[in-house]
């Protein structure tokens, strides 16, 4: 029987090589504690099944990088930390998710229109909604993933595949000319 490889063994034979063997071993060593400790952090266990899915996806495809020197020896530790930032996201996306099912619920179960609605669809369909329509494009993204979908500016610049110091370009120049549009 050979001997049992230590974590960091398993982590440099994964990230410098490849060895699926390693990966299958750090999998089996590791998922089940990540799995129960994740669980302590979240009481829908498929969605901290995803996250644990796509730490190891992670840690395989190399977009986690384990670099012993500034993680310790701590394996455990490195794949929490991962896990957790994952785990952050996703209940994220999910309260956005849900914010926006209750806009829409709202919108199909309502009775009478309220001054607030009718003030929203003036907005909708008058001065506001032309200079939305007139910015351009990515300044439009910007402006759909900061304001309306509640994004952080690094959660924007991740979702649309630009630097953050871009989101917060483009978020200025929107915010200045939808201004000039109505004034």
Same mark, same amino acid.
């Given at each position: 029987? *050979? &001997?049992?490889?230590?974590? +960091?063994? /398993?982590?440099?034979?994964?990230?410098?090589?490849?060895?699926?063997?390693?990966?299958?071993?750090?999998?089996?060593?590791?998922?089940?504690?990540?799995?129960?400790?994740?669980?302590?952090?979240?009481?829908?266990? =498929?969605?901290?099944?995803?996250?644990?899915?796509?730490?190891?996806?992670?840690?395989?495809? +190399?977009?986690?990088?384990?670099?012993?020197?500034?993680?310790?020896?701590?394996?455990?530790?490195?794949?929490?930390?991962?896990? *957790?930032?994952?785990?952050?996201? =996703?209940?994220?996306?999910?309260?956005?998710?849900?914010?926006?099912?209750?806009?829409?619920?709202?919108?199909?179960?309502?009775?009478?229109? *309220?001054?607030?609605?009718?003030?929203?669809?003036?907005? &909708?369909?008058?001065?506001?909604?032309?200079?939305?329509?007139?910015?351009?494009?990515? /300044?439009?993204?910007?402006?759909?993933?900061?304001?309306?979908?509640?994004?952080? %500016?690094?959660?924007?610049?991740?979702?649309?595949?630009?630097?953050?110091?871009?989101?917060? %370009?483009?978020?200025?120049?929107?915010?200045?000319?939808?201004?000039?549009? /109505?004034?």
């Amino acid at each position: 029987m *050979s &001997e049992m490889r230590s974590d +960091g063994e /398993l982590l440099r034979a994964v990230t410098a090589d490849g060895d699926r063997g390693a990966f299958e071993e750090l999998y089996r060593r590791y998922a089940p504690w990540l799995t129960a400790r994740m669980r302590t952090r979240c009481a829908d266990a =498929a969605l901290v099944d995803d996250v644990v899915q796509e730490t190891f996806l992670a840690v395989w495809r +190399g977009t986690a990088r384990w670099r012993e020197d500034a993680a310790g020896a701590d394996a455990a530790g490195w794949l929490w930390r991962i896990a *957790s930032r994952r785990l952050v996201d =996703a209940l994220r996306g999910a309260g956005a998710r849900g914010r926006l099912r209750q806009a829409l619920a709202r919108l199909r179960h309502r009775d009478e229109v *309220s001054a607030e609605e009718r003030v929203l669809a003036g907005v &909708e369909h008058g001065d506001l909604a032309g200079a939305l329509v007139r910015l351009a494009p990515e /300044l439009r993204a910007v402006l759909q993933a900061t304001v309306v979908d509640g994004l952080t %500016t690094r959660e924007a610049a991740v979702l649309l595949g630009i630097p953050p110091g871009t989101v917060k %370009t483009r978020a200025m120049r929107a915010r200045r000319q939808l201004r000039e549009a /109505l004034a």
